[in-house]
């Protein structure tokens, strides 16, 4: 039987009112971010991650880091099981010389922003490895953010000959 034309404005205010609850409950539920602990918007994510498989102490871990939060984002360090110290790192011409350092400021992403992380740029360095990373193998890193959240992403272990770094311990890694 057909609902009367007087009854639909009551039908539809009643809609628009439970849609707008359910709205704002899954706006709530996404409020702190499972991925990168942002707010406002979708996520901080690491896409194409990966780490250079390795035998010696350290090694990189490279990926472009996508935020999609809609808010700036700082990331202020990292870490990892598998390390016994991580920074990030970015790779600096010195007197002529590539040169890898400590980033000062860790990586600030404005909203909407990718940033690389790649060889012979910027990158997450995992020193003291407690064990040889065999292609095959994964890494998880977590990314520890200055509002406090962190995010955490897996890095398949893969081979790789480019870019030719070599990885010293001590100062200007």
């Known amino acids: 039987m057909p609902i009367p034309n007087r009854a639909l404005p009551w039908a539809r205010k009643t809609a ?19 991925e990168g602990g942002a707010e406002d918007g979708d996520a901080l994510t690491v896409s194409d991650p990966w780490v250079k498989a ?11 880091i996508v935020n999609d939060t809609g808010s700036d984002v700082h990331i202020t360090g990292a870490s990892s099981e598998v390390a016994g110290m991580v920074e990030l790192h970015e790779t600096v011409d010195e007197n002529g ?28 360095m995992l020193m003291d ?21 962190e995010l955490e992403f897996t890095a398949p272990v893969k081979d790789f000959a480019g870019a030719d770094e070599e990885y010293q311990s001590g100062s200007g890694n």
């Open 16 to 34: 628009a009112v439970s849609t707008a609850g359910l709205l704002v409950l899954g706006m709530a539920a996404c409020g702190a971010d499972d």
């Open 97 to 124: 010389q590539s040169v890898m350092r400590p980033m000062a400021d860790g990586i600030e992403l404005a909203a909407g922003e990718t940033f690389a992380l790649e060889p012979g740029g910027a990158h997450i």
């Open 129 to 149: 490895l407690g064990e040889e990373l065999q292609a095959g193998d994964d890494v998880v890193v977590t990314l520890d953010l200055e509002d406090g959240s």
């Open 54 to 64: 390795t035998d010696g102490e350290m090694v990189a871990a490279f990926g472009e």
